[in-house]
């Protein structure tokens, strides 16, 4: 067969690929709705459709109230309540996927070759992959479109009349939509730059022509950039309005490091400990295909690709949120630097006949075609069970049954409670979203907002339950109720503790999605009357066996409700919640640790160990049920047994600080002091605590009045360090 039938083949089959990609982008970015900042956006917009004008204050918290707020992203609210109000949820949705679709729409267009298509395919699927964990609804969405719009008219069009026109419009919309703007103006700068260093500095011939700009195209982006500054202060603030995100950026170190540390999307996405992990593997996997690229190309390098590449490396590296920024620079230079490379410098002489080398793209074309066609058909099934319906629920489309506390919630705009509430970080936009103003918060996302002095205070209240902080903003700010999201995190202990202990606040909501305690007040007694639980009474609420049938699933309802009585101190409630879990599936771990807790606590050591043996029995990988089983063999003096079982679980999680001073007991009690004394050393050297422990360990020691060991006064652990 001719070279053209192999040439034509390899690119209809290209074509094909590239068919499929873009339907698994459509599939894939049609998810159920499931961010939490999306709700505080279309109640800003709701507000602004309104009352016509962007506030220039907070107007939804009680906590920093009237304090002046630069609200960047009011177009894109504006935009969402529009749309979500004309076409529903789902027609958010869609417009996520299309934004998505055109963006790399834009990308395909920026790097298409016809003889290597296979090559652009893999890549946007590299893409893909990374871009994926951050479809949400949010303007970041937009941001990126606009950011590949720009790249696609500078490298292309630049010198089009209407280029500067797009330019402009572009950096309008996207200085009314997301902070992250300032990428317009960065991008025509680095233009800039580079192209005066290829006139003024004495590089390689090569790398001086390659992508080198007439002396009218200079001059363009000379005009363009200032240009673009001004366009980015059209905005309700103006210069104000411009400068914020700017400001914001720069002032990330220092106290603001706080967020990087509690906030998910904030924390580094490689580390020295996760390096060689297959976390965002796509992402590490782009940064060294990139890098291989300068290395094929080096002797033809694009300056203005190489700074981009560096900034958006060192930008992506800065936090998870901004991968996909990078990916698409990563993209864009691997697309730039394979165009000198040629199939004859790649393979050796004897394997660049047409045949083998068409040959070749097809079957890699057929490769990807399938790995998209088997995540599709992976994802295609993922759904999950609704408590609600006893029906199964598909993770696309719709709003997300798992990831809200819409139950509590649904409480709160029942009964029309008002008030300003204590809240979560992670549940402050959806409470906007859907009971302000009748409630204000104490926090939401909006953490440049509430600054990270706040942000302290607030984590001292939520994970440590510091009831006389929570006295001053109470007094303060008038708070009279309080709702603790447990639908994406368990309620801290302590947080919980510290509510049901004040006398003059009661529990009037409690399920497996969130607690909600209102402060008796005038205002609050009708709600307090009807409503407050005597936990002293609780009953679980059984599910429909005869509705549910033989299906298998994860009764997780029955042990959130049972972990929050149990550490309120209702033990006996926690545990006929926890039986009737086992009721609905008799094999779940979960419900037999929580019993093996409650009989633990009651010194019914024989049964605490048959329910932790049972939980490592059905959850051999769960650690926490290893632990309990462990201890069980200890307090059952089987000391041979937890001995092997704390083994395992230091196997298992190397830095598990009860396996550490479980052994250290252990040992202690058969006489083994100098390997007990070993373990609280190797505990103090990972920087792990536990006071009490070291304390029953000196104990045990002392107790059985062995002279002939090096045993101080006391063991001090010296540094602090949480492992979860």
Request: glycine share 6%; aromatic share 16%; proline share 3%.
């Amino acid at each position: 067969m001719s070279e053209r039938f192999w040439r034509n083949l390899s690119t209809a089959l290209g074509w094909l690929s590239i068919g499929v990609l873009f339907a698994l982008i459509t599939f894939s970015s049609s998810l159920e709705i499931s961010d939490l900042d999306l709700w505080l956006h279309m109640r800003m917009g709701w507000w602004i459709s309104h009352h016509g004008i962007v506030p220039n204050y907070d107007i939804l918290s009680c906590t920093i109230n009237g304090k002046p707020w630069v609200n960047h992203e009011w177009l894109f609210q504006v935009l969402v309540y529009q749309v979500q109000n004309a076409f529903g949820y789902n027609g958010l949705i869609t417009m996520q996927s299309l934004v998505i679709a055109l963006t790399f729409l834009v990308l395909l267009v920026l790097g298409y070759s016809r003889e290597r298509l296979w090559l652009t395919v893999l890549t946007l699927l590299m893409v893909l992959m990374v871009y994926q964990n951050r479809f949400t609804i949010r303007p970041d969405i937009f941001s990126l479109l606009f950011f590949t719009l720009d790249i696609y008219i500078l490298s292309l069009h630049l010198n089009k009349r209407w280029a500067l026109a797009a330019l402009v419009v572009l950096q309008v919309l996207w200085s009314n939509m997301h902070g992250f703007f300032f990428f317009g103006p960065l991008l025509v700068g680095v233009g800039i730059f580079s192209e005066f260093i290829k006139r003024r500095l004495p590089l390689p011939y090569e790398w001086n022509t390659v992508g080198r700009l007439d002396d009218a195209e200079y001059g363009t982006l000379l005009k363009i950039f200032p240009i673009l500054i001004l366009a980015s202060c059209i905005n309700p603030l103006t210069f104000k309005g411009a400068w914020y995100p700017v400001s914001v950026f720069f002032s990330l170190a220092g106290d603001n490091k706080i967020f990087f540390d509690h906030i998910l999307e904030l924390q580094h996405p490689i580390t020295m400990a996760t390096i060689f992990d297959d976390n965002y593997k796509y992402y590490k996997m782009l940064i060294v295909l990139s890098s291989i690229s300068f290395v094929f190309n080096r002797r033809k390098i694009d300056i203005s690709s190489l700074l981009i590449w560096a900034i958006f490396l060192g930008f992506s590296l800065a936090a998870i949120r901004n991968l996909i920024y990078f990916a698409v620079a990563a993209y864009m230079v691997i697309m730039v630097n394979v165009i000198s490379t040629s199939w004859k410098n790649l393979v050796p002489l004897k394997f660049s006949s047409f045949k083998f080398k068409y040959l070749t793209v097809i079957i890699v074309i057929l490769i990807l075609m399938n790995w998209m066609l088997t995540f599709g058909l992976q994802i295609v099934n993922n759904g999950y069970f609704d408590f609600d319906t006893y029906k199964r629920k598909s993770e696309f489309f719709g709003v997300t049954k798992r990831g809200y506390s819409y139950k509590g919630v649904d409480f709160l705009l029942r009964e029309k409670i008002k008030g300003n509430f204590f809240n979560d970080f992670n549940s402050g936009a959806y409470l906007v979203g859907r009971v302000y103003p009748n409630i204000k918060v104490f926090i939401d996302g909006r953490t440049e907002e509430y600054g990270a002095k706040f942000f302290d205070s607030y984590l001292k209240i939520w994970q440590h339950g510091d009831a006389h902080l929570f006295a001053e903003y109470e007094r303060k700010d008038n708070i009279t109720g309080a709702f603790l999201n447990n639908a994406r995190q368990d309620v801290p202990s302590d947080v919980l503790k510290m509510f049901h202990s004040f006398k003059n606040w009661s529990i009037v909501y409690l399920d497996d999605d969130a607690v909600v305690f209102l402060k008796q007040t005038p205002a609050n007694k009708p709600f307090i009357d009807h409503f407050s639980i005597d936990l002293d009474k609780w009953k679980p609420k059984p599910m429909d066996l005869f509705e549910l049938g033989t299906r298998r699933i994860d009764p997780f309802p029955f042990t959130k409700r049972a972990e929050i009585l149990e550490t309120l101190g209702y033990d006996q409630a926690a545990a006929l919640e926890a039986r009737e879990a086992l009721n609905v599936a008799p094999d779940y771990a979960e419900s037999f640790k929580i019993l093996g807790r409650i009989y633990n606590k009651r010194n019914d050591f024989n049964k605490s160990f048959e329910n932790y043996r049972l939980a490592s029995m059905y959850a051999p990988g769960d650690v926490g049920a290893r632990v309990g089983l462990a201890e069980g063999y200890e307090n059952l003096k089987h000391y041979s047994g937890a001995i092997r079982e704390y083994q395992r679980v230091l196997g298992d999680s190397p830095k598990n600080i009860r396996g550490f001073f479980g052994l250290a007991r252990t040992f202690a009690e058969i006489g083994k002091d100098k390997v007990a004394l070993d373990m609280l050393a190797k505990a103090n050297k990972l920087g792990l605590e536990d006071k009490v422990a070291v304390q029953k360990i000196n104990d045990i020691i002392n107790d059985k009045k062995i002279k002939n060991t090096k045993v101080k006064p006391s063991i001090v652990i010296t540094k602090k360090k949480k492992v979860i």
